[in-house]
């Protein structure tokens, strides 16, 4: 089946410790991004990567990191994490050909 | 200046009638995408429906249409004959450019709840 996956789906921890959220998908899409959703604010995209070895910086990139090692795979790591990064995060896979992104199922993120 | 609207937070509908979403968006750029997607309760994001600016026809999946109105600038998303499952936020998405800029972004609106009643 094809699909993005996330782990975990929900975490509590507090401020400072270090966390990664992984994401992977088995469609070899070229697209990954990172967004997370914040009541009032919608979806904000944090990172995204066109193709291994290549990211940038989306709109909210503060207080995170990325890597793409490998085309399935887009971690999400939080070296410090802060109360205001509180959230609902969604990792997303598209295709190059301007295919429809395909979202994991989230995780849920609270910081004490 | 907000790219995409969506003017409804929330809408009721009775089980089996028909139901419209609004958006509307606003780009400059001639190549452009336009999403739909559903978010129920339990939290993930699933993709209804696309719509490319070049389309000349209005795109179609199963129960859901979307009314492409270019000169409007707006992308309503319908819904016929509504059952209990469709109660959930509905958001609108853009992804202006060949590639979203580069960035493959998608712009949201705020979305809309929408209840189902039987």
């Known amino acids: 089946e094809a699909q993005v996956t996330q782990n975990p789906r929900y975490l509590i921890t507090v401020t400072g410790k270090k966390l990664t959220v992984t994401c992977s998908q088995n469609?070899?899409?070229?697209?990954m991004s990172w967004y997370r959703q914040d009541p009032g604010l919608g979806l904000r995209q944090i990172y995204y990567s066109m193709n291994v070895e290549v990211t940038d910086k989306g709109d909210v990139p503060e207080g995170y990191k990325v890597s793409r090692k490998e085309k399935r795979n887009f971690p999400l790591i939080l070296e410090s994490p802060s109360p205001n990064q509180t959230s609902l995060y969604f990792c997303?896979?598209?295709?190059?050909?301007?295919?429809?992104?395909?979202f994991g199922p989230g995780t849920r993120l609270l910081v004490l | 200046a907000q790219k995409i609207t969506q003017t409804q937070p929330g809408m009721f509908v009775q089980e089996k009638e028909a139901v419209t979403l609004d958006c509307t968006y606003d780009?400059?750029?001639?190549?452009?995408?336009l999403f739909w997607y559903k978010q129920p309760s339990s939290g993930e994001m699933i993709f209804l429906i696309y719509?490319?600016?070049?389309?000349?026809q209005n795109a179609t999946e199963g129960r859901y249409s979307l009314n492409f109105q270019k000169a409007r600038k707006s992308a309503n998303l319908v819904i016929s004959a509504s059952q209990l499952g469709d109660s959930a936020m509905y958001f609108c998405a853009m992804r202006e450019g060949p590639y979203g800029g580069a960035t493959n972004k998608l712009i949201f609106g705020t979305g809309t709840l929408l209840a189902v009643q039987p």
């Open positions: 997303a896979s598209s295709p190059a050909d301007l295919g429809t992104q395909y």
């Open positions: 469609m070899n899409h070229e697209y």
């Open positions: 719509q490319g600016s070049y389309d000349q």
């Open positions: 780009t400059s750029d001639p190549s452009y995408g």
